[in-house]
Structure formats: structure tokens, C-alpha cells
């Protein structure tokens, strides 16, 4: 036998020298014991015995020869219907002999098959002819019948005469027999199923334990549970708060004392500025308040002011198409809005409630009935120069527009970015969108016809929102329009120098004194303006004055909601954040004002004690951001005293 003890398959079952089958069941019943092995004098041969005994029966058999034994398994094991375990054969079984076939089959097994008994490698190397005859029987020579029970475990006969059981191998070492083993993709899928669900888990209890979603589904655990009943709402006012009655007057020497650290800061190069009570009138703090200064873009203070003094608050801009010379030809005459919307309905640009070039194309199409082939445009209200004097050539359009009554957008090229840059032709662009959109031709300037049938016409947002837009993002086109509004509204020529005019004399008969202050714009793009801050510290007081005090005040009061909050909106968004002027943020609204060399300040403060004050300051300091860095501080330095 092999060294490694494991027994081998014969190659073939069959009697490879013959050819024919053997009637005894095939060389698998003969299985030779290797040669040279000496054997006890009385060999036996087994069979299984009766059903009813679990005993083994010995049947003498005849004495070998001296070179080998001979072990015989007379049991006949039927094939089962299931598949048997897999073997290693080359061919099936032969057949049963003829007389076995008259015998009583025997009842099927649930276990596996037990395999015949294989023989060695050596034994399977010897020819056919040579291998050793059966010992006769002194039973019948007819086939043993199987036996009904289950087959009897085959015992191998030792050379020494011991006798143990022989299990049937394959030639290979095999494991227990093992129940049938679940499907490898089933097990994979439920494995696969089990981690997914294990991770869902583990993602859902992590995401429930964060802070953020357990605080907004209100978890026992979330860090912003309440500990106990909610807190009554507060009401909330969006307006300045009315100075206290019971407060102590804020007084000079207290304002004086409280700004002498902040104005002395040599980042600010010659300042001059006032600071006013509002309540009393009272000048609370004159540093050189009546010198003329470039105001920049404080100039709005003065504009705006005016145009709230000459027109109510809900004055709107009206855009009108009408008839033109024939029944074809429409004409759009431009009355000043500078904010008609090229977006369409639903969409707004940087000019919140303008009216959209949309609805007066299809108001066109409906009054017209889809006739008209031609379009032009009637720009004589306003007059004069597209630029005003003083500006430098790259002003427009980097920083405003070529003034014209009427425009998209006020002129930006992106219709939602108020720092965009502007079109070089404002009216222009007009005509050309609108006679496209119409699909008609754009046929240039005309004049209007008297008593013209309007065919479509859309109105701008009230005076008060375009002030509180031109203030907050310190808009110089729409700055500029609202002046010409002021000169249209009192007779004056609609240009830059009738504009600027205008303004000051609105402001004149309302008593103020401007008898020596020049206006080149009304946006203070031009640095050939001159004002006083004394001049913008009395607008700004009057319209921060108590409610019916003063008649001026009401119609004031509007310009107060457009100035920009510190830290928080417009042109002071992204400043009062240093630790010296962070006092001020939220409670200082201003306007800013920058050119070259020039940095200004003005605007309101609700002190600690309750009490509005207003201030006005006027900068030449060579650095901007420093001196803009320093005029916050002073501003903030008004929020923090007592001022008694």
C-alpha cells in the first residue's frame, strides 16, 4: 500500500484482458491484498447476516495462496435516484448479472451510497489474468441477495489476522459527511443585506446624535431642547427708537470729551464735522463745521433731501409708448425711470418693485393689435450733457452711466449686479430690446406727437424706494435721475446744472443755507462740489427731529430708512468690525462718501442713554482705508458716551 496510506482507484472495472464484463460484479468485488504478506492458517470470508442480528456471520473459505488474500464484499448495493457523492471513476458500472436481476431489490437508502472498497495502486498494476479466483463457497454459487437492512460497513482483514472496519476512500482524505451547504449567493446576499443594514444604522444613530439634527427635530438629547416654556414673543419695530423722555440732555463738554481721542487721529488728516441734537437743535460739537469740503457722495443727503421737500414720497416715473406719425410706427417716451427691467416677470434686478419691459411690450401688442413695424424713441425731457462736469472720462460707465431718461436696468450690464459695469448707450439699448421683443424695426430718435394715443405704459417704484436704493448702494446713475426728477418737478431745466440747481434752491426755500455751496452732479461723483458738514449735520437733524416739531420732518423722515447700518448694510456692510468701532455696529447708519483724498461721513447714532444724535464729518486723510477705519471710530465713540 502507498506511503501514505490512502488505497487508490482501480482504472477501469472491467477485465482490461478479456474485454468482457465480469459476472462476479467487476473487479471493484476483487480487491487483492498486496503479495510477499503471510496470512493466519484459516482466512475467513464474511458476509452481512439476518436482518434480525446484528451479528457478523464467518463462512470457512478456502486456503489462499501463500502470495496474497483476497477480501470479498458480497453485498450489492442498488444505485440511488439522488446524485451519489462524486468520484473519480473513468466509467459508469457495469452492469448486474442477468441472474441478479430476478432478485428482490432492496428498499433505498436516505444516506449516501457506500463506495466498494478500492484497491491498491499495486494491485491494479497486475494484469488481469494473474489476479487470484474467489475461494469456492459452501453456500449456492447463485448471488448472495442484499441484505433489507442497511448494508453492513465492509471489514479489511489485516496479514496478521486482526480485523477492522474499512472505510471506502476515494484515494483522497474526505471530511464528514456534511448536510448540504446553503447556496453561496444566497449566504453572500444575506451577508451583503446584513452590513447595509448594519451601516443604515450606524449612519442614522450618528446623524441623530449631531448637534444640528438633533436640535431640529427637537430630540430629548438635542443641546437646544428648552429647558422650559417658551419666552414670550417681542415685538420688533423697524424704525429708529424715539429718544427717551427721562433721559438726561446729552451736552457739549460730554460730546467734546468722548471725541477728543478719535478726532485727533492723524489718519485723518484735517477734519472738520459737527455733531447735533436733533431733540433741542442744539450744535453739541463744531470742529470747523462751516468750512466748505468736497462731500463725495454725501452729496445724496442733499439730493434726496430735496427731492422728498419738492414731490411726495410716492411719486413714480412713468414710460409710455404712443402712436407715432402712422399706424404702424410706435413711439417711447422716456420719462426719467432709469430702472425699467429687462428681466422678465417674477425676476427683479438690483431695483426692487421696477417695472418690466415685458409688460409694456405686450400692452403694445394688445392696443395695437400686432401692427406696428416700426419703433422710435422720444428722450426731450431731460437736456444737456450725458456726463457732468468734473467727471473723469472713465467715470462713465465704471461708476454711473451716460445720463438718459430712460434705461435698462440702470444701465448695468448685469441686470442683478449693482457693480457691474454700464452700457455706453443707455437709450439705445432700449430701443433696440423693445423693438425686438415687439418685432418691429428700431427706427432712432423722434419727437412725440401732441395728444398721442397711448398704446402701452408701466410706472417705477414710488420716490421713497428709489431714494432709500440711491442711499443704501450709493447708486450714482439713479442719484442723478432723482435730481432731474427734482428740476422736472419745479420747472428747472432738466440737465446737470439745472439738476444741481434745483436742489439747491428746494432747499434754500426750506431753510436751509447753501448760499455758498456749489453743485457740479447730484450724486457727488464730481469732485467740484463743495459743502459745508455743518449743512449735512441740519438735513440730517431735521429729519431725525421729533414727529411734530417740525413740518420739514415728515417729509424727511423717509431719507432715514435708506442709510446704511453698520456692520450690516450698503456701504457699510463690511466695516465697523475692529475692536475700537465694533461699539458701533448696528446702532450707526450713515452715509459713506470716498474720492481721491477724500473720506465722509454722515448720519445718526442712538446713544447708550436712548438719545438720537446726529453727525456729519469730513476727512482729507491720504490713505483710504485708514481714514475710513477712523472715521468709524468716531461715529462709534457717539454710541458709547453718555455725552453729560
Not at 429647558?227 to 440732555?249: C, I, N, T
Not at 426692487?352 to 426731450?380: E, M, N, P, R, Y
Not at 472720462?393 to 445720463?403: C, E, S, V
Request: aromatic share 2%.
Amino acid at each position: 500500500m502507498p506511503s501514505n496510506e490512502q488505497p487508490e482507484w482501480p482504472s477501469e472495472d472491467t477485465d482490461v484482458s478479456s474485454g468482457e464484463s465480469s459476472a462476479d460484479g467487476g473487479a471493484t468485488a476483487q480487491l487483492p491484498v498486496p503479495g510477499k504478506v503471510s496470512l493466519p492458517e484459516s482466512p475467513t470470508l464474511f458476509v452481512p447476516a439476518e436482518r434480525d442480528a446484528e451479528k457478523t456471520q464467518f463462512i470457512p473459505a478456502a486456503k489462499p495462496d501463500a502470495e496474497s488474500t483476497q477480501v470479498i464484499d458480497l453485498r450489492q448495493v442498488p444505485e440511488r435516484e439522488t446524485e451519489p457523492r462524486r468520484v473519480p471513476r473513468p466509467e459508469p458500472q457495469p452492469a448486474q448479472p442477468a441472474e441478479s436481476a430476478q432478485q428482490p431489490q432492496p428498499q433505498r437508502s436516505a444516506e449516501p451510497t457506500t463506495q466498494p472498497r478500492p484497491q491498491s495502486a499495486q494491485q491494479s498494476a497486475e494484469p488481469a489474468q494473474s489476479r487470484p479466483q474467489p475461494a469456492p463457497s459452501h453456500e449456492p454459487s447463485q448471488p448472495v441477495p442484499p441484505a433489507a437492512v442497511p448494508p453492513v460497513q465492509p471489514m479489511r482483514i489485516e496479514p496478521s489476522g486482526e480485523i477492522h472496519p474499512a472505510a471506502a476512500t476515494t484515494g483522497e482524505e474526505k471530511p464528514p459527511a456534511e448536510p448540504e451547504p446553503e447556496p453561496k449567493r444566497r449566504r453572500k446576499g444575506v451577508l451583503i443585506s446584513s452590513v447595509v443594514a448594519l451601516v443604515l444604522v450606524i449612519a442614522v444613530g450618528a446623524a441623530l446624535a449631531t448637534p444640528y439634527v438633533s436640535n431640529r427635530l427637537g430630540l430629548p438629547w438635542a443641546p437646544n431642547l428648552p429647558k422650559g416654556d417658551s419666552p414670550e414673543p417681542v415685538p420688533v419695530a423697524l424704525s429708529l427708537k424715539a429718544p427717551s423722555a427721562s433721559s438726561p440732555e446729552p451736552t457739549s463738554s460730554g460730546v467734546s470729551s468722548a471725541l477728543a481721542g478719535p478726532a485727533a487721529n492723524a489718519a485723518l488728516g484735517t477734519l472738520t464735522g459737527a455733531v447735533i441734537d436733533p431733540a433741542t437743535g442744539e450744535l453739541l460739537w463744531d470742529r470747523n463745521s462751516g468750512q466748505f469740503r468736497t462731500p463725495a457722495s454725501t452729496t445724496k443727503l442733499l439730493t434726496t433731501s430735496a427731492a422728498l421737500l419738492a414731490m411726495d414720497a410716492g411719486t413714480q416715473l412713468s414710460t409710455k409708448v404712443v402712436q407715432g406719425s402712422s399706424p404702424d410706427t410706435a413711439v417711447i417716451v422716456a420719462g426719467g425711470d432709469i430702472t425699467l427691467s429687462s428681466l422678465p416677470a417674477g425676476q427683479e434686478s438690483v431695483y426692487a418693485g421696477a417695472a418690466h419691459l415685458d409688460d409694456l411690450v405686450a400692452q403694445v401688442k394688445q392696443a395695437s393689435g400686432g401692427t406696428i413695424k416700426k419703433v422710435q424713441i422720444d428722450t426731450s425731457i431731460w437736456s444737456g450733457a450725458q456726463t457732468a462736469p468734473g467727471w473723469a472720462p472713465d467715470d462713465a460707465p465704471i461708476y454711473t452711466a451716460a445720463m438718459t431718461p430712460v434705461m435698462l436696468d440702470g444701465g448695468l450690464t448685469v441686470p442683478t449686479n449693482d457693480h457691474s459695469v454700464r452700457v455706453a448707450q443707455p437709450a439705445n439699448a432700449v430701443l433696440q430690446t423693445f423693438a425686438q421683443r415687439l418685432g418691429a424695426t428700431a427706427s432712432g430718435p423722434a419727437k412725440a406727437p401732441q395728444d398721442a394715443k397711448v398704446l402701452g405704459e408701466v410706472k417705477s417704484a414710488p420716490l421713497s424706494e428709489l431714494i432709500a436704493h440711491a442711499l443704501e448702494a450709493s447708486d450714482n446713475t439713479l442719484a442723478d435721475a432723482i435730481g432731474r426728477m427734482t428740476a422736472v418737478a419745479t420747472g428747472a431745466d432738466a440737465s446737470f446744472a439745472g439738476a444741481a440747481q434745483a436742489t439747491l434752491s428746494v432747499l434754500s426755500q426750506n431753510g436751509f443755507d447753501v448760499s455758498q455751496v456749489k453743485l457740479s452732479d447730484n450724486s457727488g461723483l464730481s469732485p467740484q462740489n463743495s459743502v459745508p458738514a455743518k449743512l449735512l449735520a441740519q438735513v440730517l437733524a431735521v429729519a431725525a427731529g421729533p414727529d411734530g416739531k417740525d413740518p420739514r420732518t415728515a417729509k424727511l423722515r423717509p431719507m432715514l430708512a435708506g442709510l446704511p447700518v453698520a456692520g450690516g448694510s450698503g456701504t457699510l456692510a463690511d466695516r465697523y468690525e475692529a475692536p475700537n468701532s465694533r461699539s458701533g455696529k448696528g446702532w450707526v447708519r450713515a452715509k459713506t462718501g470716498t474720492l481721491s483724498g477724500v473720506h465722509t461721513l454722515a448720519g445718526v447714532v442712538l446713544d447708550e442713554d436712548g438719545r438720537v444724535l446726529v453727525f456729519a464729518l469730513m476727512s482729507d486723510g491720504a490713505d483710504q482705508d485708514p481714514a475710513r477705519a477712523a472715521l468709524d471710530v468716531v461715529a462709534a465713540s457717539l454710541r458709547g458716551c453718555g455725552c453729560r
